[in-house]
């Protein structure tokens, strides 16, 4: 099996992989973007963070370089779901052991636990942490309340409510990004599972990534189906895992649409949408730091996210 980095040009480099379930998460850190005039060539000064179970069957957290050198192995008691921090010092994961986050610096020191054990959700798995672009720390959970953790000083600040957003009252809350102007809340839930009318209209979706409003919690913004939603560092375009072939070209497929039309959402489009024999069965949509590009995991049609070969993609935005 092998890794790739691609762009909108084609796969220009293969990257090793050693066994199925590669990927479960992947993060950019300060990749430089290429010229579109250019011939698209691996970043050099760029890396990925992901989990893989290649080792002792268990995901662990691996760091590499954005060409494929220097994989290393950061954690050995188990690790999900990694995130980097914008500046680079320090990573945040699910540490499976007990289900609580943790963060650990990019050379494997410093692991400590910042987060007792996170919401679980109805499939099984645990809130994975993410970081606020404003860079005040990441979001961590306790029942129902949501308060931003520094990682340095552990230093609480209350952040939302679950009861706050009045429409997803009762139903599954999963945010797993926020704007950079912490107003818009992105989520997956299952309020739309038998067909519900939103503050954008009335869809149904077995999953759906949605947007909520922190100034106006009383709206839902319907995103699209499927799951995944995650803000860039800045700018307007948000990001989700598109799941319907009715939305998207061929179903599990990235899009993208702007944040001023979340009342019309006539800029949703996909990002990348490839067949699922292609590596086309595209999930885990990550922004790097510097804003420029997307990495994301692919298989050839299978969606079990801790069974399934998934390879690490890396595709240039133009924002």
């Not at 579109?36 to 989990?51: F, K, R, S």
């Not at 720390?137 to 949501?146: F, Q, R």
């Amino acid at each position: 099996m092998a890794f790739g980095l691609q762009s909108p040009w084609g796969v220009i480099q293969e990257i090793p992989c050693l066994m199925k379930g590669c990927l479960f998460a992947a993060a950019l850190l300060a990749l430089p973007h290429p010229s579109v005039h250019a011939a698209v060539t691996p970043p050099t000064n760029g890396w990925v963070v992901w989990g893989s179970d290649r080792l002792d069957g268990r995901h662990e957290i691996y760091l590499m370089q954005a060409d494929g050198i220097g994989v290393t192995r950061l954690t050995f008691k188990g690790g999900k779901a990694p995130a980097w921090s914008h500046d680079g010092r320090w990573i945040a994961y699910n540490h499976t052991p007990d289900d609580s986050v943790h963060v650990i610096r990019w050379d494997g020191t410093g692991d400590k636990q910042i987060c007792p054990k996170n919401i679980k959700q109805t499939n099984g798995g645990y809130l994975p942490p993410f970081w606020l672009h404003d860079k005040s720390g990441v979001l961590c959970a306790s029942g129902g309340d949501y308060h931003v953790v520094h990682p340095d000083t552990g230093v609480t600040k209350p952040l939302f409510k679950h009861a706050d957003f009045t429409q997803i009252a009762g139903a599954d809350f999963m945010p797993s990004s926020m704007t950079a102007d912490n107003r818009w809340v992105l989520s997956a839930t299952d309020r739309y599972r038998k067909g519900h009318t939103g503050s954008n209209g009335t869809f149904k979706a077995y999953w759906s990534a949605v947007i909520l409003d922190r100034q106006n919690p009383g709206e839902l913004y319907f995103f699209g189906p499927g799951c995944e939603p995650m803000t860039p560092p800045w700018g307007d375009s948000l990001y989700h895992v598109c799941g319907s072939s009715s939305f998207c070209p061929h179903g599990y497929d990235i899009a993208r649409m702007s944040i001023k039309d979340v009342i019309s959402r006539s800029s949703y489009a996909p990002e990348i949408a490839n067949s699922d024999a292609s590596w086309g069965h595209e999930y885990f949509p990550r922004v790097s730091n510097d804003n420029k590009w997307l990495a994301y995991g692919a298989s050839t049609g299978c969606h079990d996210h801790d069974l399934c070969d998934y390879e690490i993609f890396i595709h240039p935005l133009d924002g």
